[in-house]
């Protein structure tokens, strides 16, 4: 099973990614987390990275794809499969990951569109950044990174659109609310299929 939450920044991506690899026993992998664990340890994927993220800009695809195809080569595999959050967020990106799930005959089941408005993504991500102190939650690289989600990760949408596992879910409201919502459209995928 591959899942995609796809969606803004400070959509609820990765709350609600917890949540759903938790239910169905997916492995929850988040670019963006990983990202930041390699900033920490100050490693040269890290270094690379580093000023891409603190100026709201997407890190390149080919640092970006390689990263992921190397996480997916080493999966456990007593898992029901894979929970991505924050990837793909550009057509090469997704071009790339259908390539590699095609290779075993797989490919993407469901695509979850999180929909919120700028101004409650740009307050929730205000507020997190307080919280959490992190690097790129500051005004001025938020109006960037919703920018670029515009030009360059919602043409994956019309990607997705076009192969039938596109849905679009309301993304405010109470977390469970959302997390409901989302099982229910798994549940119903995953019976059509059975
Ligand atoms: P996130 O935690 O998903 O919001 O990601 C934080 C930052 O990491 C983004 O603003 C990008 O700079 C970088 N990043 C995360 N995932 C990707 C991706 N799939 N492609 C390019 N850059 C990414």
Excluded: W
Excluded at 46 to 53: E, L, P, T, Y
Excluded at 63 to 90: A, H, Q, S, W, Y
Aim: charged letters at 25%; proline letters at 3%; a negative charge.
């Amino acid at each position: 099973m591959t899942i995609i939450l796809f969606g803004p920044p400070g959509s609820g991506k990765g709350t609600q990614s917890i949540l759903i690899a938790q239910k169905y026993n997916l492995k929850h992998i988040s670019t963006g987390d990983i990202l930041r664990k390699e900033m920490e340890m100050n490693s040269e994927l890290g270094i690379a990275a580093r000023s891409f993220i603190q100026q709201g800009k997407l890190v390149p695809d080919e640092i970006i794809i390689n990263m992921l195809m190397e996480v997916i080569k080493c999966l456990d595999t007593n898992l029901k499969g894979v929970l991505l959050d924050g990837f793909p967020r550009t057509v090469a990106q997704a071009e790339a990951l259908e390539k590699n799930l095609a290779l075993n005959n797989s490919k993407t089941d469901l695509v979850f569109e999180l929909q919120v408005n700028h101004k409650e993504l740009t307050d929730r991500m205000l507020l997190r950044g307080i919280a959490t102190g992190r690097v790129d939650d500051n005004l001025e690289t938020i109006i960037n990174r919703l920018q670029v989600y515009t030009d360059q990760t919602l043409p994956v949408k019309i990607f997705y659109q076009q192969l039938n596992c596109f849905v679009s879910v309301q993304g405010v409201g109470e977390i469970d609310e959302i997390f409901n919502n989302i099982c229910l459209q798994i549940d119903k995928q995953f019976k059509k299929n059975q």
